[in-house]
């Protein structure tokens, strides 16, 4: 029995240290289980580590323009306009046409970027007033056009006339019975002319109604006519390369400007009453000349001499409008 017993023993003895193991074993196979199944996850994750070393890795600034966040990028169908270099207008963005260098015989015409102010008569307005008549005799008057066969004009009234700036106008002018002429201005109806008020040849007045009538109420407004005319210059009796006052004939449009070319520029001249552009000193006499009309149309003529009283054509005509 003894023997057994001792025998026994010795057997559990042996089995003692693989059970410890055993059991250790087992502990910690129980305990990797509870923490893998406690993570937030709930499941182990292969490329974790692999993404935990990129999120704390230091990120990558965005450059930024120093004066913020950068600008989007342009939809493709969206296309950048051309940038406008600074001119006449509104916005003005046109910028005006070449001008290539021309003769006298052959000038050179352009187009501004803004048209210069075409002063009071405007056109596309329509202006009110009274038209009264006088005897025009040749057809000269205050604009020194000389005398003409065509009688068809008038006398602007003071205020409209614009130290001369009206000289040259063709107007349409209607009564309230319906008739209408159309007449050029060659005069100044000095005040008492009132504002609006024209003063027709009498030639022009029997157009729109009797001469006994004296005055009618009128409606008139701006034309650019159809003309077989084309520009002439005249230079003033006395002018010389010292002195010289300038003159536009013939034209279709109002003049708004005339210019002189000086020391490689270009130099607006003064207008008299008299319609003619002074040049005191002398400048420019004889030289190129820049024609510029109400709608801003330029003419630009080459080494036109100095020939006191001497009408002298160009060939050319501003456009019609």
């Known amino acids: 029995m003894k023997a057994t017993r001792h ?18 074993l087992v502990v910690a196979g129980v305990l990797v289980y509870l923490v893998t199944a406690l993570r937030p996850d709930g499941g182990s994750d292969p490329g974790r580590s692999v993404a935990a070393s990129a999120a704390d890795a230091p990120s990558a600034e965005v450059p930024r323009s120093p004066s913020g966040p950068p600008s989007p990028s342009p939809s493709p169908t969206s296309s950048a306009s051309p940038t406008a270099t600074p001119g006449a207008g509104p916005s003005k963005t046109t910028a005006a046409t070449p001008v290539a260098r021309a003769s006298a015989s052959k000038p050179a015409r352009t187009v501004t970027a803004e048209a210069p ?15 009264t008549h006088y005897d ?20 602007m009234n003071h205020t409209d006339y614009e130290t001369s700036r009206a000289c040259g106008a063709y107007v349409q002018v209607r009564a309230a019975s319906g008739a209408s002429v159309t007449v050029k201005v060659t005069n100044e109806c000095p005040l008492p002319c009132a504002p609006g008020q024209l003063d ?29 005319d084309t520009v002439a210059v005249r230079y003033k009796t006395g ?32 207008r008299a009453e008299f319609n003619y552009f002074l040049s005191e000193q002398g400048t420019g006499c004889g030289g190129a000349l820049r024609i510029t009309d109400i709608y801003g149309e330029q003419l630009q003529l080459d080494d036109i001499p100095v020939r006191a009283d001497v009408l002298q054509p160009t060939g050319v005509q501003f456009r019609r409008h």
């Open 7 to 24: 025998a026994a023993r010795r057997r559990r003895s042996r089995r003692g240290p693989w059970t410890t193991v055993t059991a250790a």
């Open 200 to 228: 027709l040849s009498k030639q022009a007045f029997v157009k729109l109604g009797a001469l006994s009538a004296g005055e009618l109420p009128i409606t008139w407004s701006l034309l650019s006519p159809s003309t077989s």
């Open 117 to 131: 102010s075409a002063g009071r008569i405007r056109p596309g307005v329509t202006y009110r007033g009274l038209a």
């Open 239 to 270: 002018s010389t390369q010292y002195w010289c006052g300038i003159q536009v004939v013939g034209h279709r449009n109002p003049v708004a400007r005339l210019e002189v070319r000086s020391q490689g520029a270009w130099r607006p001249l003064p």
């Open 136 to 155: 025009a005799g040749d057809g000269d008057g205050a604009c020194l056009f000389g005398p003409s066969d065509d009688l068809m004009i008038a006398a």
